[in-house]
T-cell receptor, first 114, second 114 residues
């Protein structure tokens, strides 16, 4: 499982509330990612990080922010949750060196916004 | 940005037959093409990948081919078994050192008929 955990695994929240999802890795990998998965859309990149305090936007970053204050933790925050953010959220890490990297996924967080 | 198209969306084959899933990509700079298998309620699992310096890669019953000129790549599963039933995703990215996120196709639901 590449040493990735996500918390919480399930969450139900109300529209307008802030929500933070946590991704934790145990192997000091530099690159971390947040994706969301929705029926009919596959997986889409939200934000990614290439080191402590170094983050960048992905394809669907509106309404989300991220922080990485430690190598092992990458946090995804929904500042004011909306029903369109109901989804399954996967964290991923890149493992490798040089030009040869592979991405591995965490177990996912199912978020429901009511 | 990159755009990945995946076909078919659903594929039903008899156990023991072969299955082929096809993807096209738009960005000629992409050089890394992984395939993931996802069972219901689980995380995507990397099953095979190919880089742009090779045209074909094989691992037991699965193989991937890449045609850079035509910008398409395919997953081939031979002698299909019931445990091959899952959703398969292709993806593409420029892998220049591990940072870039993946752009995914929308997935193929592979059904193995007994």
């Amino acid at each position: 499982d590449a040493g990735i955990t996500q918390s919480p695994r399930h969450k139900v929240t109300e529209t307008g509330t802030p929500v933070t999802l946590r991704c934790h890795q145990t192997e000091n990998h530099r690159y971390m990612y947040w994706y969301r998965q929705d029926p009919g859309h596959g997986l889409r990149l939200i934000h990614y990080s290439y080191g402590v305090k170094d983050t960048d936007k992905g394809e669907v970053s509106d309404g989300y922010s991220v922080s990485r204050s430690k190598t092992e933790d990458f946090l995804l925050t929904l500042e004011s949750a909306t029903s369109s953010q109901t989804s399954v959220y996967f964290c991923a890490i890149s493992v490798g060196q040089g030009l040869a990297y592979e991405q591995y996924f965490g177990p996912g967080t199912r978020l429901t916004v009511t | 940005g990159e755009n990945v198209e995946q076909h078919p969306s659903t594929l039903s084959v008899q156990e023991g037959d072969s299955a082929v899933i096809k993807c096209t990509y738009s960005d000629s700079a992409s050089n890394y093409f992984p395939w993931y298998k996802q069972e219901l309620g689980k995380r995507p699992q990397l099953i095979i990948d190919i880089r742009s310096n090779v045209g074909e890669k094989k691992d037991q019953r699965i193989a991937v081919t890449l045609n850079k000129t035509a910008k398409h790549f395919s997953l081939h599963i031979t002698e299909t078994q019931p445990e091959d039933s899952a959703v398969y995703f292709c993806a593409a990215t420029y892998s220049g050192g591990g940072a870039d996120g993946l752009t995914f196709g929308k997935g193929t639901h592979l059904i193995i008929q007994p």
